[in-house]
């Protein structure tokens, strides 16, 4: 396993002005007082009303920008690392070029899509292209518009999640920094894919085929299902992790992962092995970000001082697909 010397240079957020509390939605689908965040951990979460995921993701990268003190004509890489982008084509990132009134021509752009993990993914690709020189200052936007799709009829996973966008700037880390993307792993067991899902939009339910009809346009996920089966592929997969990059939860300051539900988190600390004090977490101000998720709660535990430069932390998570991710990052 790798130990690539490249440093998370400036990290930044966003997340809409609108905030949603558990109890609004569950005066609105007909539930219970506080059968939303009983089941899911959720209080409250912010759903887009006029943004864009571009729009998002502009607003998050200037944030990240400022944070590393690096100008705008300095990027030569943007990577979009979200479930869903803004439209079928062109990339998201694209579009965030604009949104940034960055020259044209100056960065290359392109989307990368592994659900939940996005993010990892894009920040393993490009901490790897940094490495190599073939790029000098990247910037990932992971912006998560999920609102719109959401079932009511499903409330176990439409209360869980939430919109917001994050970003961070990717530079080589300079000489004696101890900043650096360690050991990386990733799986993907498609033998779960069906049970997170969201059909429409697609080449095999189009918009425009008559055979497509609305439910295929909402988001479908199986949520006992997923936590039965990513837990259970989640054991074997993080002793392998460990094993390879010769780890043990204790060497770490603190584990960034995907903010899934509340189950998801508790066994973070009931089954592998981590203190409580040591995982970050947003989910009941937040809610599941999608890709966003791991940045997001990233940056804010940054900006408000839980983390800091040169701590070893964990990102780790599950998506769809079903997907598992771990990676090493030194801040």
């Known amino acids: 396993m790798l130990n690539l ?48 995921s571009a729009g998002m993701a502009a607003a998050a990268a200037s944030m990240a920008l400022e944070h590393a003190a690096i100008a705008g004509a300095s990027i030569d890489l943007i990577v979009g690392a979200s479930a869903a982008p803004q439209q079928a084509i062109p990339c998201t990132a694209a579009f965030v070029q604009r949104e940034l009134g960055l ?50 009829a499903e409330p176990e996973s439409a209360g869980l999640f939430g919109d917001a966008a994050a970003a961070a700037v990717i530079v080589a880390s300079e000489s004696g920094e101890a900043s650096s993307i360690g050991p990386s792993l990733f799986e993907t067991h498609s033998s779960g894919a069906d049970l997170t899902e969201l059909r429409g ?30 837990s259970g592929l989640f054991d074997a997969f993080i002793k392998r992790f460990f094993l390879e990059s010769g780890r043990v939860p204790r060497d770490f300051d603190a584990v960034v992962p995907h903010q899934a539900s509340r189950a998801a988190l508790r066994l973070l600390s009931v089954r592998y092995g981590f ?8 989910l009941a101000s937040r809610g599941n970000c999608i890709a966003a998720s791991i940045p997001l709660a990233l940056a804010e535990a940054m900006h408000d001082g839980r983390l800091r430069r040169g701590q070893r932390l964990l990102l780790a998570g599950t998506g769809a697909g079903l997907t598992l991710g771990a990676m090493e990052l030194v801040l």
């Not at 939605?25 to 759903?47: A, D, F, M, N």
């Not at 752009?109 to 393993?124: I, K, W």
């Not at 008559?210 to 997923?226: K, Q």
């Open 201 to 230: 939009c697609g080449t095999l339910h189009h918009p425009n085929d008559p055979a497509t009809d609305s439910a295929m346009n909402l988001f479908h996920m199986d949520g006992p299902a997923v936590l039965t089966i990513a």
């Open 103 to 152: 020259a044209g021509g100056a960065s290359f752009c392109f989307d990368v899509n592994a659900t939940c993990l996005s993010f990892l993914v894009a920040l393993q690709s490009v901490a790897h292209l940094i490495a190599a020189g073939s790029c000098r200052c990247a910037l990932i936007v992971s912006s998560e518009i999920t609102s719109h799709s959401l079932n009511p």
């Open 275 to 282: 203190a409580r004090e040591q995982v970050i977490t947003n």
């Open 5 to 52: 010397p490249v440093k998370l240079a400036g990290l930044g957020w966003y997340v809409p002005e609108r905030r949603v509390t558990s109890s609004e939605l569950e005066t609105e689908w007909g539930l219970p007082p506080r059968w939303i965040s009983h089941v899911t951990g959720v209080r409250e979460r912010r759903y887009a009303s006029t943004e864009t």
